[in-house]
Nanobody
Framework: HVQLVASGGGLVQPGGSLRLSCVAS????????MYWVRQAPGKALELVSV???????NYTDSAKGRFTISRDNAKNTVYLQMNSLKPEDTAVYYC??????????WGKGTQVTVLG
């Protein structure tokens, strides 16, 4: 049974930091591309970051230099370290698995609110 459980969101001042965690079960995160996707109020979904099965990473332009995606295979967990947070980072953040070019499993999402 595949499951993704995201946590770590919260309320933070501009310039603050949060670390999001996505604990996976039912599959090994090391074998899939894993994404962090966010949706701000009234806006479209945005791909924030990706960690490939071969440890390649990438970020949306607005996250480069501020966010870091990482993976702990032993804990079957993907993280998103977010520093220098801005009000425009406010969104619900989802952990998503990519499988055969389809985002087939989504976590429930964790709310990040940056005051501003």
């Amino acid at each position: 049974h595949v499951q993704l459980v995201a946590s770590g969101g919260g309320l933070v001042q501009p310039g603050g930091s949060l670390r999001l965690s996505c604990v996976a079960s039912g599959f090994a995160v090391s074998k899939f591309w894993m994404y962090w996707v966010r949706q701000a109020p009234g806006k479209a979904l945005e791909l924030v970051s990706v960690y490939s099965a071969r440890q390649w990473t990438n970020y949306t332009d607005s996250a480069k230099g501020r966010f870091t995606i990482s993976r702990d295979n032993a804990k079957n967990t993907v993280y998103l370290q977010m520093n220098s947070l801005k009000p425009e980072d406010t969104a619900v953040y989802y952990c998503v698995r990519l499988n055969a070019n389809a985002m087939d499993y989504w976590g429930k999402g964790t709310q990040v609110t940056v005051l501003g």
